[in-house]
């Protein structure tokens, strides 16, 4: 692909500062050169060609890094129950993570961080695909299926039908078995393990009951390390939040309930741990899934509402500690379909009380260490890798524009377009009001 001139572009670059006017200048797939330049007009992107670039003239649009997805499933399938999504064929199975991957991209997640898949090679096979060219999508981290005990969250197996084959997650008892499940999976190639720590209410063990024994999480880790793996864990109950941290699990996923110990405990290594809470989840399982039967009667008695409360409590707290909040959590449910991911932002401002460049930087500069890629994703700067948004109308000011496709004007990954900016039609001077 040529080299790309990005003029006239509102830069927000990852750091914290307040958007200034600039070029960039994109030559393979890195960012060569980052210039401020002086207040731009506001029109619709043109396009010419300079010295072999392509030059937008982005008229004042927003520019800002890809966005990162901290806690994706892609072969979750828009089902509203485990089971729905765990019969799927394998051959559906696969073709339906590949249209999701690329719909990840489409709405402007650059890169995502698998956090399990139904299948034990789904996410492997994909992360493959993903980075051979077969297939379009997000720079992607491949996840194990979730690591659970018999009876526990993902132990979807019925008691005449006890076959491996029916289970959600990979379900095992007892620190051998568990050295062994890892292994399985290191083999397989996975990027991280997933392990299910706590309970989850809507499959009748509750969110604050915790499943597996020290000696096995230890197991866990010990073996996931001595293949070079990372771990994450489902963990909304306060015990399993503390044995994260204990143990060096780097991955918190949901972290609900905490209490001052765990707080404490996570703000003394918050720099050894992201925590992506998954709101949407909560959100959208207590109020909005009423169609598949799931009223908020129902689901205040499974106990979801004092859960989100909690879960607000926990972030509010962890936000004013310091600890990383990354969006990304469970879409791919009925009631959280994929491409809605944008949405976590919306709720980081809204409920936990960011400001919007926090919750921006959450899903930008924080996302970079998320995907073991340091400071060379997240940023506009000079000789970090081009994953790159243009954005009609400014996300400081409205963060929902995010979760409109429309308004993400073009997206670019590691210096190519997946979807180039539409050129300025010669009669349209103005954007549309
Ligand atoms: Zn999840």
Wanted: proline share 5%; net charge neutral.
């Amino acid at each position: 692909m040529a080299d790309v001139l990005y003029t006239n572009v509102r830069i927000f670059d990852g750091g914290g500062e307040a958007p200034f006017t600039g070029d960039v200048l994109v030559q393979g797939n890195t960012i060569s050169r980052v210039v401020k330049t002086g207040f731009g007009q506001r029109l619709p992107p043109s396009s010419s060609t300079i010295a072999g670039a392509q030059v937008i003239d982005a008229g004042g649009a927003f520019l800002m890094p890809g966005m990162v997805e901290a806690h994706t499933h892609f072969s979750w399938n828009d089902q509203p129950s485990l089971d729905a999504i765990q019969r799927m064929p394998p051959e559906e199975h696969i073709l339906w993570c590949a249209e999701v991957a690329k719909k990840y991209l489409d709405m402007g997640w650059t890169s995502c961080v698998g956090a399990a898949a139904a299948k034990p090679r789904l996410d492997v096979v994909i992360r493959n695909a993903i980075n051979d060219g077969t297939i379009v999508g997000p720079r992607y981290l491949a996840a194990s299926q979730e690591i659970t005990v018999p009876g526990g969250l993902g132990d979807t197996t019925q008691p005449h039908l006890p076959q491996p084959e029916f289970a959600f997650g990979a379900i095992v008892s007892g620190a051998e078995e568990m050295r062994r499940c890892v292994r399985m999976f290191a083999k397989y190639g996975v990027d991280s393990l997933k392990i299910n720590l706590s309970g989850e209410s809507i499959t009748g063990m509750p969110g604050e009951m915790s499943q597996f024994t020290e000696e096995e999480i230890r197991v866990c880790v010990e073996e996931a390390k001595a293949w070079g793996k990372r771990v994450a864990a489902h963990a909304r109950s306060a015990w399993s939040v503390k044995q994260c941290v204990k143990q060096g699990i780097e991955v918190i996923y949901h972290a609900s309930f905490t209490d001052e110990e765990a707080l404490d405990m996570l703000e003394a290594k918050k720099l050894e741990h992201f925590v992506a809470p998954g709101l949407a989840w909560l959100i959208n399982t207590s109020h909005h899934a009423s169609q598949w039967g799931l009223t908020p009667e129902v689901t205040k008695k499974m106990g979801y509402h004092r859960e989100l409360e909690a879960a607000i409590d926990s972030m509010k707290a962890m936000r004013k500690r310091g600890i990383r909040i990354l969006p990304g959590g469970d879409y791919g449910f009925a009631w959280t379909p994929h491409g809605t991911n944008a949405k976590d932002l919306e709720y980081f401002v809204r409920h936990v009380g960011m400001s919007t460049m926090e919750a921006l930087l959450s899903a930008t500069a924080w996302g970079g260490p998320m995907m073991k890629m340091g400071k060379r994703i997240g940023y506009i700067r000079e000789g970090c890798l081009a994953d790159l948004l243009l954005i009609d109308g400014d996300p400081l000011a409205d963060i929902t524009v995010l979760q409109d496709k429309a308004r993400i004007l073009s997206v670019m990954k590691d210096g190519q377009w997946h979807r180039a900016p539409p050129v300025r039609n010669a009669r349209a001077t103005r954007w549309a009001a």
